[in-house]
């Protein structure tokens, strides 16, 4: 278990909020300050991917008075972002191919928690919860 002491959070769905590029946006935005390995966590699902959701983003040292969210030892399968695309059309290219893999019914995701992880040296990846 690994925790992630939180920066800023938003609600939000990805094919009916309006401002969710505005949202993503902002709370990212807070995170400017901060070096060392960067989180994005997807949680409080209402039930898939096409449903509400809260993204937080957050590090790994503590900050004091931050909520913390506790990233359990589940099966995850891990996605690399392709970097040698822009990095905000990569990281989404790779989120359409895990939708598109969830509607094929080649990767059962879990609705736990999910996670990206941004590397100090550049590197993406995405950890998508999936059930045993």
Not at 52 to 57: E, P, Q
Not at 107 to 128: P, S
Request: with cysteine; hydrophobic share 35%; aromatic share 14%.
């Amino acid at each position: 278990m690994k925790n992630i002491y939180i920066v800023d959070s938003c609600e939000t769905n990805n094919f009916e909020d309006s401002k969710l590029v505005e949202k993503i946006s902002k709370v990212w935005s807070n995170m400017s300050s901060y070096s060392g390995i960067k989180y994005g966590v997807y949680h409080n699902y209402s039930n898939n991917y096409k449903g509400d959701y809260t993204l937080s983003v957050g590090i790994e040292e503590n900050i004091n008075n931050a909520e913390i969210i506790e990233i359990p030892n589940l099966e995850y399968k891990i996605f690399e972002v392709d970097m040698s695309k822009n990095i905000e059309n990569a990281i989404f290219e790779t989120w359409k191919h895990i939708w598109d893999l969830e509607d094929k019914k080649l990767l059962k995701r879990n609705y736990i928690i999910d996670f990206e992880k941004y590397h100090i040296d550049g590197k993406v990846e995405i950890y998508i919860g999936i059930e045993k």
